[in-house]
C-alpha cells in the first residue's frame, strides 16, 4: 500500500498560497511607509539639531553683546565717580542708565532665544524616537517578509506564522512611531 502524502488538496494550497502572497505584500508596504517615514525623521533630526545649534550661537552673540555693555557700563560707572564736572557727570550718568536698559533688553532676548533652543531639543528628541520606532518597524517587518517568502517556497505553514508574529511586531512599531502612544518602549 502506497503511502499518501500529508499535503492537502490544491484548492487549499493555491488558498493559502494567495494568503501569504497577500499578508507579504501587505508588510512590504508597511516596510515601505515604515523607512520613509524613518528616513524623514532622521532628516528632521539633522536640521533641527543645525536650527538648535544657530540659537545657542545666537545666544552666545546677545551674551558677548551684554558683556560688552557691562564693561562699558562699568567704565562709566568710574568716569561718574571722579567725574567733577557736572555736564559730564550728567553725561555718564545717561549712558549708564543707556547701558542698564540695553543689558536688559539682551537678558530678555537671551530668555526667548534659550527657549526657542530647548523647544526645538524637544522637538528634535520626539523625531529621535520616532526614528528609533520606524527603524525597529522595518527591521520586524522584513523579517516578517523574509519569513513568509521562505515559507511559500518550502510550503510550510509555520515559517508563515512565526512571519505574521513578526509582522504583527513591525506594525506595532509603525503605528507607535506615529503616535508614540507606547513611550515606555523607547
Known amino acids: 500500500m502506497k503511502k499518501t502524502e500529508k499535503s492537502s488538496s490544491p484548492i487549499i494550497q493555491d488558498r493559502w498560497v494567495r494568503w501569504v502572497a ?6 512590504a508596504v508597511c516596510a515601505a511607509v515604515s523607512s520613509m517615514k524613518g528616513s524623514s ?8 539639531t543645525t536650527k538648535e545649534s544657530n540659537q545657542w550661537q545666537f545666544y552666545q552673540s546677545k551674551s558677548i553683546k551684554k558683556y560688552l555693555m ?14 567733577g564736572n557736572s555736564v559730564k557727570k550728567e553725561y555718564y550718568g545717561s549712558r549708564m542708565k543707556y547701558y542698564d536698559e540695553k543689558i536688559k533688553q ?3 532676548e537671551e530668555k526667548g532665544i534659550m527657549g526657542e533652543a530647548k523647544k526645538l531639543n524637544a522637538d528634535q528628541d520626539i523625531f529621535k524616537k520616532r526614528n528609533g520606532q ?4 522595518v527591521m520586524f517587518l522584513q523579517v516578517a517578509i523574509m519569513l513568509s517568502s521562505i515559507a511559500a517556497l518550502l510550503k510550510k505553514n509555520i ?3 512565526v512571519g505574521l508574529v513578526f509582522g504583527a511586531a513591525g506594525i ?15
Not at 22 to 27: F, G, H, I, M, Q
Not at 72 to 82: L, R, W
Not at 134 to 137: G, I, N, P, R
Not at 172 to 186: E, K, P
Open 159 to 161: 515559517l508563515w506564522y
Open 70 to 83: 557691562q564693561l562699558q557700563q562699568d567704565d562709566f560707572k568710574v568716569q561718574y565717580m571722579t567725574e
Open 172 to 186: 506595532f512599531f509603525m503605528v507607535n512611531g506615529f503616535t508614540l502612544t507606547f513611550s515606555f518602549l523607547i
Open 106 to 108: 539682551y537678558e530678555e
Open 134 to 137: 520606524f527603524s525597529d518597524a
Open 41 to 48: 525623521n532622521s532628516t528632521k533630526v539633522q536640521i533641527w
Open 22 to 27: 497577500l499578508t507579504t505584500t501587505v508588510l
